[in-house]
Each structure stands twice: as C-alpha cells, then as structure tokens.
C-alpha cells in the first residue's frame, strides 16, 4: 500500500481501543505481583478452594446488552448477575480483528492478537478452502466411540498464557473445564493443560476432543455428548417462548428480508433442526453445553482444589449470522438463554457451593444491511454511542474474492495460483507468489488492488504487510496505553497493528471493511449479519461480574473498561493476583 493511502487512512479511521501490545502501553498498566505458590498444591488445610465460571455469549455486542438486558424477566439469569455483581456496560477490546477465536484468546489472556498469534479464525488449507486456525494435523479427533483419523485442533498457535494455564501452573490439580460449540471457543480459554475441553463436531453430531488434550473421552460426557443425546435435544422444534414478548420487543417482522435457510431450519417459526449442523443454531444447543457442564462438576469438583469452568454459548453467533441481531429469533434466543444461564448458575451453587461468575463476549455485531427499521432508532437525532453506521452496509464473500483474485492475478502473472485464499480479514498469498521476482510481485499486487478496488462500497481499505512491518512499531509506541486506550479515539491502523504480528502466518493484505459491511460468515451466503471490524459496535462488548463479598452488587459501570479487566478479575478470583477483583475492576476504567 502507497502512504499516501495509509496517510489517508489515519485520517478517516476513528475509534477506540483497549489491550496491551506495546511497551509503552504495558508500562501504563503494571500487572499486579503473582501470589505466593501454593504450598500443598490446594487450597489450605480445612478451606474451601475458590470456583470461578467464566462465560461467553458469542456475538453478545454491548449495544443488545444495553438495550435489552433489563428487558429480560427479574428471574431469570442475566437479573441475577445483575442484582448480585457489577455490570461495566461497555467493555471495549483494542484490536481490529473482531471474530471468535481472536476474542475468545484476549478475553483469556489479557493481550491483543498481535501477541496471542491467534490472528483469524480460519486460515486456508492447501485447496485454498478456509480451515480452523486451530487445526493441528498432529492430533486426532476423540468422539465418544474413541480415537478416530480425522484431524484434531489444539492450542498449539496460542503464544501467551492464558488464566487457566496459570491456574494449572500454580496447583497442577486445579480442574479446568472448558466447553462450547466451537472448537475456538473451548480451546483458547482452556489453554494448553485443561482437564477436559470438549466442542461440538457437526459432521458426527457429537460432542468431541483432541489427542492434543486427551487420549480418552471423559467417562462423565459419553452420554450427554453423544450424537444420539443431541439427537434427541434437536427433535423439539425451537418454538417462540413467549410471542407476546417478542412481538412487544422486535422492531422487525418474523421472516424479515435478509434472513437465511440453514439446512432447512426454515425463516420462521417453529424451527425444526433437522440435521447435526443446524443444532448449533438452536437454542437446544446451550441446554447441552450446561448438562455437560454439571456432569462435570458432579464427577469431578473436590473441595479442596480450584475450579474454572469455562463455557462458550456460540449458538447466539450462529443464530444471528442466519437471522441477523434485530430478529424475532434473536430476541427469543436471548430469553431461552436466559433460562439456561439461571440453570447454571443455580446448578453450580448447588453442586460446588458459592461461586464466582464472568459473562462476557467475544465480539460484537451489526444489523443486517436490509434492517432499516432495526437503525431507525439510533439515526433519528443523538449519535450513536457504538457508533452504529446509518448507511446500509454489504457482505464481502471470501470465495467469490479469492477466485476472481486468483484469475485478476494469473491474468497479470500468467501461471500460479498465485493467490492461495481469502479468509477473513486476509488475503493470502502462495508461497509461489511471494517468492516472485520484485516486478512481477507488484504486477500482482497491482492486479489484486484493482479486483479489491471494485468492492469500494464495502471495503475501506487495504493493507499490505509490509507496511504494517514498518509502520507498526511506530504507531504502537505512540498509542494510548491501559486502561486510557479503552476511552481513545484510537485510528484504525492502530487497531489493525494490534491484530497482526510479522511471524504467525497472518495473510499478505488486511481487508478493512467500510462500516455496516462485513465478510459474509456463509452460514448461508449472501444472508444474515455478521462482525470483525474495527470498529465501535463490533469492539464494545458488556461484562458482568457476580462474586458475593469481591464485587459490588447491583453496581453499573458506565465509563469504558480495557478488554484485559476479563482476564485480570478471573485471575484474582481464583487468588492467582493479589489485587482485589473490585480494585482491578476499578483500575481497568478509563475515566
């Protein structure tokens, strides 16, 4: 990329932030002193060792926490969490790259892309189809039926510690249990020594591990994990718990435009999921992660030693890439998880005593770029606080640009492939194409950029990694450090320097999309909603924290707060940090 395009950028990109890549940043905020190593590998003789559940609702963005949490019944779960803890409204992350697997590490570990190298979701495989960031073709699968040939995931791209990594550290016997829908989002807040971390596998149905983690299946999940136990979950139709509800609170029809099919779940209700695929989009799909959740407990809290219980509702990701943010399905998805959340709460208490709860997010999303009635509310008089964009947006669909990239550059550089796939925010190129010749890279570059250029309306601009090479470590060492980055109007080029790093394998271009657009999730292509800009509304995420006598009850934060008060609260919890968990709280605002 010319500077004169960079120049341009840093003039147009405004936003905020909130992580730790840089020195200058990390020298703002000094991490509190570890606590003295345990002595006898628990807790202390005759005490009750802390638990500690930590919580992810995939794609819960601040702006539905905001408007929509008080709306749920006062007996439900997020009521709970609310009347008993502190909810800091706007919790903002500090890099660009808002998707799962980038968010699920920084919200475990406290640092940004740039340091986890968890850089993407997906990368391409030799075919130039996208595959898990995690995959790892030196593991195998573990179903319930055992070890099969298919290829596992691991942690094996995670570069920094995450708090589970430093509880098993401290007390090798502390149990950490780590589950979700995606293999993204139980690995990388496990970290690399959990004691059990299970995801689901649509292609099986069942819920599977790694020979990265495990060599055998737990005994407690054979049978809530199975796929004839979910089976069973999905026959149910997903059904409308109450429409009169819905109807009073949804400003857009059932089977509004803009919705998708997903494996024929149909666009309006009931829903039937009628294939293990779909189940991941269902609200059954929460109720199986929390039975797994208390199988575990039951078969393996102690007393005596700490537990992390780590769950990741991904279905409300999935649920709002088919049915967008602002759907009936969206709003009827919240109150169903608002039962599951209850029963986990009451379901912990019961089984393992009093415990400390997380609930945060990965990322955060927009409405569908048909949602018209859903942006009339935030574009009729005061600006938008998450800075929701006004204009209608569009999808960017990574295999239609990776094949039209492939043809624009083999036309300028006859052979290749030269480019070896889009996976968001990426394009990557073949080892082939980077091992050109100078003139005939930047024939293909020239190529690239002209396809690229066709989709102004929704791209905003494109960034060669050379020049983040360059121009990264400047822009870091100037930027706002912890918590103050949290409340900046940080450029874009600063939030994309903090999601790439030059030695993880991220692609050759960063793709920023132009607000309101997005890469298309192809859930079901060229529908639904989607996220990883960088921008307000896909940054800011809310966090609860309920932890009787550490937390202040029924207490809300409205200043931002840094991304890295998720890690650094769980950690104090579980007596990892000797800072009082009110206190971090109260140090990660940005006044």
């Known amino acids: 990329m010319r500077r004169a395009s960079v120049l341009a950028l840093l003039v147009s990109g405004s936003l905020s932030a909130a992580c730790r890549p840089s020195p200058a940043e990390a020298t703002s905020a000094p991490a509190a002193p570890p606590a003295p190593p345990s002595t006898d590998g628990g807790a202390p003789r005759g005490a009750r060792a802390p638990v500690v559940v930590g919580i992810v609702v995939d794609q819960l963005s601040a702006w539905i926490a905001s408007s929509r949490l008080d709306e749920l019944p006062k007996d439900g779960g997020f009521a709970r969490l609310l009347r008993e803890g502190t909810w800091a409204r706007s919790m903002r992350y500090a890099h660009a ?11 475990q570990t406290g640092a940004v892309p740039a340091e986890t190298g968890i850089f993407a979701n997906e ?9 898990s960031i995690l995959r790892d073709p030196d593991t195998r699968l573990v179903t319930p039926e055992g070890v099969v040939a298919r290829e596992g995931s691991s942690a094996k791209r995670l570069r920094t510690k995450t708090v589970a990594d430093r509880l098993r550290e401290k007390d090798p016997r502390a149990l950490v249990v780590s589950l979700s829908l995606k293999d993204r989002g139980a690995i990388l807040p496990a970290g690399k020594r959990p004691s059990h971390v299970l995801w689901y596998d649509a292609s099986s149905g069942s819920f599977v591990t ?5 060599d055998a299946y737990p005994r407690w999940a054979v049978s809530l994990g199975s796929a004839a136990a979910n089976e069973e979950r999905r026959r149910a139709p997903w059904e409308l718990l109450d429409p009169s509800w819905v109807r009073a ?3 857009t029809p059932d089977d509004a435009a803009g919705e998708g099919d997903f494996e024929g779940l149909g666009r309006v209700f009931p829903h039937l999921a009628k294939t293990p695929g779909s189940f991941r989009a269902v609200p059954a799909s929460d109720v199986a992660l929390v039975d797994l959740a208390l199988a575990a407990l039951d078969a393996e ?5 700490p537990t992390l219980l780590l769950v990741s509702f991904s279905a409300h990701d999935i649920m709002s890439h088919i049915f967008g943010p602002d759907s009936w399905e969206a709003w009827d998805y919240l109150r169903r998880l608002d039962v599951s959340l209850a029963r986990l709460v009451d379901g912990v208490e019961k089984k393992a005593g009093p ?6 997010a990965d990322h955060g999303d927009v409405s569908m770029p048909e949602s018209e009635a859903a942006r009339k509310p935030y574009c009729a008089g005061t600006p938008d606080a998450f800075e929701r964009p006004c204009r209608e947006g569009r999808r960017l669909s990574s295999d239609t640009l990776r094949d039209e990239l492939r043809r624009a550059t083999s036309k300028a550089v006859p052979g290749g492939p030269w480019v070896a796939g889009v996976a968001d925010p990426y394009v990557h190129l073949t080892p082939a194409a980077r091992a050109l010749p100078a003139a005939k890279r930047a024939a293909i570059e020239e190529a690239l950029r ?7 309306d929704a791209i905003q601009d494109v960034l060669d990694v050379a020049l983040l090479a360059v121009e990264c470590p400047k822009r870091l060492a100037g930027a706002a450090g912890i918590p103050k980055r949290a409340a900046a109007r940080e450029d874009v080029l600063t939030l994309v320097c903090r999601s790439w ?5 991220a692609g050759d271009y960063y793709v920023v999309p132009r607000p309101g657009s997005f890469f298309d999730a192809d859930y079901t292509p060229g529908f639904g909603a989607s996220h990883g800009t960088p921008f307000l509304y896909d940054r800011t995420v809310p966090l609860l924290v309920r932890a009787r006598g550490a937390i202040d009850e029924g207490k809300r934060i409205e200043e931002p707060v840094d991304f890295s008060a998720y890690a650094a609260v769980e950690a104090a919890l579980l007596g990892l940090d000797r800072e009082p968990p009110r206190d971090v709280l109260e140090r990660l605002r940005a006044r």
């Open 97 to 107: 790259v808002t998707d799962t697997a980038p968010g699920h590490a920084a919200l």
């Open 123 to 131: 990368v391409p495989d030799e075919k130039g189809e996208r595959i």
């Open 210 to 214: 790694s020979t990265a983690f495990a």
């Open 249 to 251: 609170h949804a400003v």
């Open 301 to 305: 809290h102690d007393p005596s030693r």
């Open 355 to 360: 415990a400390s709860f997380l609930l945060s």
């Open 450 to 456: 002209a396809r690229l250029a066709k989709e102004k």
């Open 501 to 505: 790093a030059p030695d993880v394998g």
